[in-house]
């Protein structure tokens, strides 16, 4: 029986946790590196660190302030944002990074995820796929924190990524980023039925209850923002993380 992983998603602005709802309305949440510690005393798995202003700017990787938060991690990190090249991908696992993460790389140099995955192993590398349904309920792709809008259509774009050698996929519904009401099921099962590697299930989830719908629908692994940093109606800021021992009773009952 393999134990689905549950992955608290982070995202970093100007080296400050925030926050977002659809991509917008950002708040504040506090310091990376003490939500780092806090997530060891809650004996996290994994951790994602997204910096969601790097791609955007053109800038590269912070790596002096990814550097000091991986030296304060007992768990694997992934990390994403402003990774456009070989160079930056070595670096960032030399300072300790797990996964790479590529998101707006993977439409401004795709074949930097073969080359990747063909030197470092297809296991640490992941692409990052940010989904908002348009006009006509179509899903489209958006890159650059969600301000550009792909013209690639998401099956060529799933095709592209699991041919080129990621060795996994994060998808992210941007509709439902930060509302807590749950993952979009239509998405994930649409994205786990065109692909073979392991598909991470992001934006939505506000209780167990919406990990154990994305599995069922075929996400291989969940992750979550919202729900590991506010609690109460009026979402206090509270990191928080569900106990290994609920995750096995509840999750593995749909195995």
């Known amino acids: 029986m393999n134990r689905i992983r549950v992955i608290p998603s982070l995202l970093i602005r100007d080296g400050r946790l925030v926050k977002t709802v659809k991509f917008s309305n950002e708040r504040y949440i506090g310091d990376p590196i003490n939500a780092v510690k806090i ?5 996290v798995d994994e951790l994602v660190l997204l910096d969601i202003d790097a791609s955007k700017l053109g800038l590269e990787p912070s790596f002096d302030e990814i550097s000091e938060i991986v030296s304060e991690a007992f768990m694997p990190i992934g990390y994403g944002g402003g990774i456009s090249k070989i160079e930056h991908i070595e670096r960032l696992f030399k300072i300790g990074i797990e ?3 590529l998101n707006t790389a993977v439409f401004n140099n795709a074949s ?3 080359q990747a995955s063909n030197i470092f192993g297809s296991q640490s590398i992941v692409v990052s796929l940010d989904v908002k349904k348009d006009f006509w309920r179509e899903y489209r792709i958006y890159t650059c924190s969600g ?5 690639e259509t998401l099956e060529f774009s799933l095709k592209k990524i699991q041919d080129l050698g990621a060795g996994e996929l994060i998808i ?3 509709d439902n980023d930060g509302t807590m009401q ?3 099921l239509e998405l994930i099962k649409k994205v786990t039925g065109q692909l073979k590697i392991p598909v991470v299930a992001l934006g939505g989830a ?4 919406h990990f154990i719908e994305a599995v069922k629908v075929g996400a291989s692994a969940v992750s979550a923002g919202s729900m590991f940093v ?3 109606i009026h979402k206090a800021v509270l990191i928080s993380y569900i106990s290994s021992e609920q995750i096995e009773s509840e999750l593995n009952k749909i195995q």
């Open 147 to 151: 301000t550009i809008k792909q013209k």
């Open 172 to 174: 992210n519904s941007i």
């Open 112 to 114: 930097l995820i073969q």
């Open 206 to 209: 506000g209780d167990i209850n």
């Open 230 to 232: 506010f609690q109460g």
């Open 182 to 184: 749950g993952y979009d």
């Open 39 to 43: 997530f060891n005393e809650k004996e």
């Open 99 to 101: 996964k790479v993460i």
